[in-house]
């Protein structure tokens, strides 16, 4: 595509940036094909190739962002469908991540769209705040009888409520965005976790290697079993865990809602803390969990490229950042056990598929341990939730959720798999089948507990 910024836009390594990701794209429009909202809305304004367009119009003209190209970037997902199947290149990723930072500087959003994500901002990234946040919804949801109400089990209600059958809005109010967040406050918050503060978890025996466990904020919370899993994954094959001080939240909540400066904070505090252990007792590798956290501090080397002070240790804790699934491949810990009869319906999420370019690996682990994994129709296609996207647009989130789920249950699964929690507490707002962690899954089958929410009678064989 050409491009006409100017010598002086370009001395801005943002803008350098973004001009060399726009020249890439030959609009070919092959992009549009993948693009779930533009499959839902088959608007060209709401396909990669439309907002790109209208990206490219606003950065390399210093227009500030009209209501318009506000509309259309904040539909899109970011899940980075468009990357995968672009056969250019183009890194569609930062390209709207600095569409977003443009927006959030140059654009006055309505008093409710402020509000709204100024609340989750200020929240979602903060464990202890969450956590009183969920006590809250679910006194709430009690006092005024809303949990039966939004139960899955009451379908047709909640669909109503959120419109899921209703055409999708052209603006979202406050109070749909509050009950769309109620919708997804569990039924019941599981108590706190041993592993919930700074610690270093030791194997008994020899020490065969180091890593750290990135903690996570929403995850902890809403399910702690899974960090859990991944830490007796670990300590069970002889590798030390540290569960760093002074780690916070990675960052993406507020990234993708284009706060670039508290994003950026987060990094660089991580990066402090992962730091200090790389250069005291050594990191093999920086474990993730939840696959939309690993996408984000992979890029860190990315975000904190322009800072002096920060650039060299950023870059290399991205080098070391790996999901889960990559750790257990690499050294090796995958339990090899006979088939025990048990159909996973397997979840990639986005920012494990598109983002981090993880699509076999889980896949490999749960058949070597002996589950009969299955590929769910359309796997390409986000489920709708993308971060903070399903309490922003829910009238799209749901509509992608009932898609997913559709396409999970015609591989007829006893259990769901998931490397992401955003996906795990979307989909399991819409599905009777119970959805799971890979890594609670493995630890199972290695002699772990049974994950949390299988029913009693799905048993492993003797
Ligand atoms: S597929 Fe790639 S090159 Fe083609 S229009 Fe989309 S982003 Fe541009
Ligand atoms: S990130 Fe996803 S929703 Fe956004 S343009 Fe790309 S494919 Fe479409």
Same mark, same amino acid.
């Given at each position: 595509m050409k491009t006409q910024f100017s010598p002086a836009q370009l001395k801005d390594s943002h803008m350098a940036a973004s001009e060399k990701i726009l020249r890439s794209c030959v609009h070919c429009g092959f992009c549009t094909a993948t693009c779930p909202t533009y499959l839902l809305l088959g608007d060209e304004l709401d396909s990669p190739r439309g907002r790109i367009y209208m990206?490219?119009?606003?950065?390399?003209?210093?227009?500030?962002?009209?209501?318009?190209?506000?509309?259309?970037?904040?539909?899109?997902?970011?899940?980075?469908?468009?990357?995968?199947?672009?056969?250019?290149?183009?890194?569609?990723?930062?390209?709207?991540?600095?569409?977003?930072?443009?927006?959030?500087?140059?654009?006055?959003?309505?008093f409710s769209d402020r509000f709204m994500r100024q609340l989750l901002a200020l929240i979602l990234p903060y464990p202890n705040r969450f956590r009183l946040a969920l006590a809250g919804a679910w006194l709430v949801g009690r006092v005024l009888a809303l949990r039966s109400w939004l139960s899955p089990a009451n379908k047709a209600k909640q669909l109503a409520l959120q419109h899921g059958a209703a055409p999708i809005a052209a603006k979202v109010g406050f109070l749909k965005r509050t009950f769309a967040m109620l919708a997804l406050a569990p039924a019941r918050l599981p108590g706190r976790s041993p592993y919930d503060k700074p610690q270093t978890v030791s194997p008994k025996g020899e020490r065969k290697g180091r890593v750290a466990l990135l903690n996570g904020c929403a995850q902890p919370v809403l399910k702690p079993g899974i960090n859990e899993a991944a830490i007796q994954l670990m300590i069970r094959a002889g590798i030390e865990v540290v569960l760093p001080k002074g780690e916070v939240c990675c960052g993406a909540l507020v990234h993708h809602m284009g706060r670039e400066h508290d994003a950026l904070n987060n990094a660089r505090t991580n990066v402090d803390a992962w730091a200090r252990e790389i250069e005291g007792k050594g990191l093999d590798a920086i474990l993730i969990t939840?696959?939309?956290?690993?996408?984000?501090?992979?890029?860190?080397?990315?975000?904190?490229?322009?800072?002096?002070?920060?650039?060299?240790?950023?870059?290399?804790?991205?080098?070391?950042?790996?999901?889960?699934?990559?750790?257990?491949?690499?050294?090796?810990?995958?339990?090899? %056990?006979?088939?025990? =009869?048990? +159909? @996973?319906?397997?979840?990639?999420?986005?920012?494990?598929?598109? !983002?981090?370019?993880? #699509?076999?690996?889980?896949?490999?682990? %749960?058949?070597?341990? =002996?589950? +009969? @994994?299955?590929?769910?129709?359309?796997?390409?296609?986000?489920? !709708?939730?993308?971060? #903070?996207?399903?309490?922003?647009?829910?009238?799209?989130?749901?509509?992608?959720?009932?898609?997913?789920?559709?396409?999970?249950?015609?591989?007829?699964?006893?259990?769901?798999?998931?490397?992401?929690?955003?996906?795990?507490?979307?989909?399991?707002?819409?599905?009777d089948v119970p959805i799971v962690h890979t890594a609670e899954l493995l630890n199972w089958v290695a002699g772990g507990p049974r994950p949390e929410g299988l029913p009693s009678g799905l048993q492993l064989p003797h």
């Open positions: 990206i490219k119009d606003m950065l390399e003209n210093n227009k500030p962002a009209t209501p318009e190209v506000v509309k259309h970037v904040d539909r899109c997902l970011s899940c980075l469908s468009c990357m995968t199947t672009c056969p250019s290149g183009v890194h569609y990723m930062h390209l709207v991540d600095h569409a977003r930072a443009h927006i959030e500087q140059t654009y006055t959003r309505s939840a696959s939309g956290c690993g996408t984000t501090i992979k890029d860190y080397g990315f975000m904190l490229r322009d800072d002096p002070a920060y650039a060299e240790k950023a870059a290399r804790v991205s080098t070391l950042a790996l999901d889960i699934t990559e750790y257990l491949t690499r050294v090796g810990i995958g339990t090899v %056990l006979p088939k025990n =009869g048990i +159909t @996973v319906a397997y979840h990639s999420a986005c920012s494990m598929q598109h !983002g981090q370019k993880i #699509t076999d690996l889980p896949k490999k682990l %749960l058949t070597q341990a =002996g589950f +009969t @994994v299955k590929d769910v129709p359309e796997a390409h296609i986000c489920c !709708g939730s993308a971060g #903070t996207y399903n309490i922003m647009q829910p009238d799209i989130a749901v509509q992608l959720r009932d898609r997913k789920v559709a396409n999970i249950l015609k591989t007829k699964p006893d259990v769901i798999a998931a490397g992401n929690i955003g996906c795990i507490t979307q989909i399991a707002t819409a599905c």
